[in-house]
């Protein structure tokens, strides 16, 4: 059974290092678990959509609630799919420095990513508006 | 919760120098308090749609409907959105002078603008043909 | 509120030099009353719509079904619009000569035009194919 | 055909008497017609709904557009229906004066009976919720 | 035209006979004015629904936004209706006390009123199943 | 934001005392995080629906998917909704050993309670048929 | 594949005699061909809904259309179902002259059976409500 | 009222003289009575689309019904039309020899016209994709 | 995964006697693999409905395919459902004789039972009819 | 009665050079039974779609399912249809080589074929995504 899910975060203790060996753990455990998804990071802020096996996201989605890297996590939509919107990336990366701000006023209340006022349906749209607009980097993959 | 907003009122002692004044303190507080929107000004009569946060629409349409500036303050539409449709103005402003008069016909009884007589859907409609069709002012933007 | 408003009638004492005088007096009239259309003579029968406010169009329908140069008045479509569909012609007149004849056997059980075996439904796909195949005369406007 | 046509008119030098025989001729016309409706008079307000064939109703609504007992005739509503919601009455009278005012409030700005600002949507569920609660006078039928 | 209004605000220097006084004087005018509507106040927040005419609702509103009574005032819903729901009450008065405190918690995060927090669905919802369970006074009308 | 999340878990060293002191402390927490729901406990196996604001439920998901007490967490369902279906219960707990093992069946493959092999819409639905035929227990509420 | 069709015709040298050992035969043949069905005769006027497999009833068709009881025989309605909805009768007639004519000119212009002008799906509620409301007579059956 | 009919048969009788004799004689009374439509002869076996006026359409089917170059008659589809979707030809013949023999495959259990298994939705299907790939012949038209 | 499989076939050498220790067996397997479902044995044609997981369902379906109690199977309907109608046996068995033959022949063209003729949607229907009317016997059960 | 039928199987001692001949054999068969649709074959797991007449297809079915070469034979889809999908191979091949693996991924839980997991939609799905991406082999067709 295939599902989406997607969450926010607060980043606790993240640098730019730390972050790009996340990143790359990332891509080497979802290529082996069959997720696939997006992960947006702005001003601490993490958001990310998880798309894969229903006990597999489940998983992951658990050690995320559960790493000290993440603060405040919060569901933002989880949904049993027919297919998968974000197949391409095994953890793709949205460069929000490359997006035009109007994107996020689209969505949101203020020109800035916060996920915590977005709702699940918002959030989606969101993502597929950032994989066509903006630039997801995937180094090393 | 971000919410569309359309209503009318007539112009009250407005002159353009005026006018201009008020597109330029309202392009400042909008951009603050993440508004977006277009205004209509023709024979004394304003149309104005706002999007933005719940909150911050209100306010500003309390502020208006209580301002010196406007008489006959009636509420055109109002819904919650998923997204702004027009997201890419702190505050547009429609010269209906390069307006094809028929786009005003289309919708209206006569071909003048007399938002009283508008029902909300197609307040929209006017709104988005508006956009598509006669040159949105910034000045100062 | 918007209406639009397709009758037929059977005319009265009409040649060609009244049917003139006819389309010039209604276009005057039409413009300042707001009102829009598309008007068909055809063998002795016309058919036409009418777009404008309630209060206009019923005045102007009363008007036509009192008029000595219109017999059998029968309404085919009455309907609440949100937008004219014939906004472009304060009264266009189709010229069936040029209309190829398929046109008419589309939605006639004859090749000819008797909008008195005409549905509602019917009668309104047929102006809309006229405004597309057919050339719509408006001399003097 | 079958349709519903629905209209709205002020009462011109009409008076009880003038009134009973208007109501008397035309049950007798509509049951040779195959007519049928309901028939709303309140301060000097006629809104009548008539229901039948497509030729006869409009030869009907023709002739009433043209009486000198009625002015302003506006129509509210017309479309072809498959059966009848009026079969009941050759002509019934809905005697107001019985009427909850709510029930006028409830589709009207006011409670008073003011058919020229009501929809036709909502004078079809006037007229339909009048016939379940008003009393419906047939006198010499 | 037919409108429904509901919004919120909190309570500015208002006490049991400030309240009452208020009531008395709403229903006066709302029933000379055809809105028709309910009241929740509880813990300093009001929530109100208004049905009426656009014109008439829309001036009532701008009044309530201006007034010293209320704060933060933030409209919840406003549609245009083609009949009203709360047609019974001038203004109906909801006795929240009166309440099952799961009425409140099946709409809302916690068991109290804060409309702060609802949105336009869930407060039509809401006023729904407060006019069912709840008592509604209606002292003097 | 009103959400219903569903999950299942395998549980880890629980026995019917500790049971009782994890759904007592459920109860007064939830109570206060006005969170409302229903559990079901069977041959190992725990599958727990919850309502209440998303911030409160993520953060009571997250606790347990980090709990020792709950092993193989898996997310069946979670959505947005308007309102709760599960009002009725801080946290009530479903006695399957008074159910027609007919229910189970009709949403499974086997008459036991297997919520691994579940979809997301069979869990809400056999939630509903257990509330509605088993016997709810809510020991010290 | 089963089929349902309504037929109209005149009888052509038809009286009662006649007429009874038409249906004598043809409740026979129904019988063994899996017909179903319902006939109205009145005023020289057939209509005849037939339910079976698509051969047997496109055959009794075609020789009703040959007859010399039958002239101008028109097809009303034809369709395929998926269950039948006049089973009960090898061939019902049903017995105009106990009919409330109101049944007649719901579906008609005119309080006479006059299938001629009836659409195929008004033809179906008709004999829906006939055999409601009518007797039904089915001697010798 | 516009229907459109699709019956199968059997020739009877027919060799390439005959049927263009009735071809052409067909083309005649088609146009004059208003009827359009197209037919497929195979391997002894007509399949035909008739579209026009409903009493038209119901004395020619009837014709054929009785006409001895037709055996086994058989209703394929019967429905009232609003417009006509085989409008171009008195009556067209399509020439399956020129066919890719998938298109019969497309809709049937075979590679050969074999109507008698062909729904009445699936019958429509054919001849219109006959229409776009076959060549339809009209000689003498 | 939950499906429902109805298939039919000829009975090929069976009696009394074996058709009650088939029907013994098939209970005690059904328990066993989750299977419910009703069995119509009729005139040496058997129509059975199956529900379960995909997975036993396609192999008990498989092993009667084979079996030499069985000829001319043939899948009527099969669909993955989420949650079962005939959960009440493990496999019951209709007695047709005690049915109304107005039942069969509302699904079929004869008022015998020929699920070779049975569309899948009216072959569901049917079963249901038949559990509400038949009786079903579960001797053993 | 056209039917499109999926399955999933594990090969049993099936070399390259046995499926070949299986290949030709079936290409045979099925182009006499009026048979279309395509073969995955990928590490020793067959998916097939078969479109045909009911009988054919379930007969074809029924003869995989008792085949050595097949073992744990599950149905996935199985529907009536009014038009083939996989009309223009007797039976193809999909070379899943040369299958960009994101294909697989987009509605599997992993980036392999395992029909065993899929639903009957997303097969239905992936077959027709393979169409359009994969090579299909036709030797000898």
Redesign the interface.
Known sequence: ???R?IYASRASGIDGEKLSAIMKASRTHNAAA?I?GVLVFSDGIFMQVLE???????AL??RI??SRSHRD???L????I???RF??WSMGQANLSRLNP?VL???????VLDPY?L????AV?LFEELVQTAVIACPGQ
Not at 52 to 58: F, Q, T
Not at 77 to 80: A, C, G, P, S
Not at 105 to 111: D, G, I, Q, T, V
Request: net charge negative; proline share 0%.
């Open positions: 059974m295939l599902v899910l069959g696939t894969g096996g229903r006990d597999e996201v489940s989605y658990n609630a559960q996590v919060v569901l939509d989880y949904e049993e027919s297919e998968r197949a391409g109007g006023l689209k969505y949101s209340e203020r020109a006022k709702g699940g349906q918002a749209a």
